[in-house]
Each structure stands twice: as structure tokens, then as C-alpha cells.
């Protein structure tokens, strides 16, 4: 079975300091793992995913995300926060190892607010 | 929001009624997906559908019904069925029937409310 925590209901910041929302996940094979972001009374939007290779991944709208295996951790990070980054963030993982199916299972989403 | 369109935005149904979600993409993607999002509760996957005229049930399907005759629509019908459908409703869509580490995109979702 497959599983992803977000630990933090919400994640309070002032604008300019670092940004960093938490994702631990459990498969039993190797991960896809997906951060998407939601804005009020709207759907979600892509931000990046980690496939394989490099455990530094990029996004858009200058967020990053570092996998570690041996954490089974993919944190999404962005050095300057902005107010405008206030929003509902999902974290979300996919088996490998399973069907060609694979189902998506998100976490319960952290609520960021960026305080000016 | 991609080109993925979901009708109407705010949905009004009685009790014992039966309602219908519209979900269309124009993104040529071959699978797509609804979810229910609950407060603090992520989302929860109702129905999938790899390609047309074939679907599969997630993890919550109990109460709703789908349809999926083109490949650029997959309607939701909510019906009398489930008890508790006052939610937010996302419409999803990826690309290719095997290729399970490409993203989903989402519609705007439709907010239903059971008077």
C-alpha cells in the first residue's frame, strides 16, 4: 500500500524568508512524487515531480523539491517567500512497482500563509 | 487550470435528486479521473477511466456513476445514493493509459451543496 503524510496543517512565514512544506511518504517500490498547489475555490495546480535521478528537482513559480530515500521525504522548498505563494499545497505519490495503473494518493495538504 | 472545463461551477441539489458533473479536455489525453475534496481531508479518488468506454472504480465510488463514450468527456452523475455529496468535485486528466509518472491536470472543479 501506498501512503503520504503531510505533517503540518498549515505553515505560517513571513514574506522573504525561506518556505519549506513537508512531505514523508511509504511505497513498497520507488516513488513518483508530485507537489501541486491550490488557490481558494479553484483546482490544482502542477508545481514539479520527481521521476528519478537527480534528488534536487526544480518547478515552476521558483519552488524546488529535495527527495531523500532514506527519509522517505520530499520537502518542497522555496528560498523567498511571497505573499502571493499563500495557498493549499498537496503532496502526492505514485508506486512504481504496481500496475500500469498506479493510482495518485495525496496527502491532506498544508495551508501556507505568507505574511507581509 | 489546462484545458480542462468543468460545468457548472456551483451546484444546488435537493434531496433523493439526482445531478450530473460535466468534465471536458481538450488536451488529447487518453485517462481521466474524478475526486471529491473534503476539508482536511485531501482528495479521494471516485472513478477513473484509462480509455473510452472503460472505467474503474476508486476508493469511494459507492453513490456516484460515470460515463465515458468520447475520449474528451467523462461526466460524474452524483445520485440519490450518497448520503453526504455536499463537497468539491475535481475533474483530472493525464496522458497515456501506462505511463504512470506523468502529472494530472485539473479542471476548476465544481462545488455541489445538498439543500
Known amino acids: 500500500a501506498q501512503s503520504v503524510a503531510q505533517p503540518e496543517d498549515q505553515v505560517n512565514v513571513a514574506e522573504g524568508n525561506p518556505l519549506t512544506v513537508k512531505c514523508t511518504y511509504s511505497v513498497s517500490g520507488n516513488p513518483y512524487l508530485f507537489w501541486y498547489v491550490q488557490y481558494p475555490n479553484r483546482g490544482l495546480q502542477f508545481l514539479l515531480k520527481y521521476i528519478t535521478g537527480d534528488n534536487l528537482v526544480k518547478g515552476s513559480y521558483g519552488f524546488e523539491a529535495e527527495f531523500n530515500k532514506s527519509q522517505t521525504s520530499f520537502h518542497l522548498k522555496k528560498p523567498s517567500a511571497l505573499v502571493s505563494d499563500s495557498a493549499l499545497y498537496f503532496c502526492?505519490?505514485?508506486?512504481?512497482?504496481?500496475?500500469?495503473?498506479?493510482?495518485?494518493?495525496f496527502g491532506a495538504g498544508t495551508q501556507v500563509v505568507v505574511t507581509p | 487550470d489546462g484545458g480542462i472545463t468543468q460545468s457548472p461551477k456551483y451546484l444546488f441539489r435537493k434531496e433523493g435528486q439526482n445531478v450530473t458533473l460535466s468534465c471536458e479536455q481538450n488536451l488529447n489525453h487518453d485517462a481521466m479521473y474524478w475526486y471529491r475534496q473534503d476539508p482536511g481531508q485531501g482528495l479521494r479518488l471516485i472513478y477513473y477511466s484509462q480509455i473510452v468506454n472503460d472505467f474503474q472504480k476508486g476508493d469511494i465510488a459507492e453513490g456516484y456513476s460515470v460515463s465515458r463514450e468520447k475520449k474528451e468527456s467523462f461526466p460524474l452523475t452524483v445520485t440519490s445514493a450518497q448520503k453526504n455529496p455536499t463537497a468539491f468535485y475535481l475533474c483530472?486528466?493525464?496522458?497515456?493509459?501506462?505511463?504512470?509518472?506523468?502529472?494530472?491536470?485539473f479542471g476548476p472543479g465544481t462545488r455541489l451543496t445538498v439543500l
Open positions: 483530472a486528466s493525464s496522458i497515456g493509459q501506462g505511463e504512470t509518472y506523468n502529472e494530472q491536470f
Open positions: 502526492a505519490v505514485r508506486d512504481s512497482s504496481t500496475d500500469s495503473w498506479g493510482k495518485l494518493q
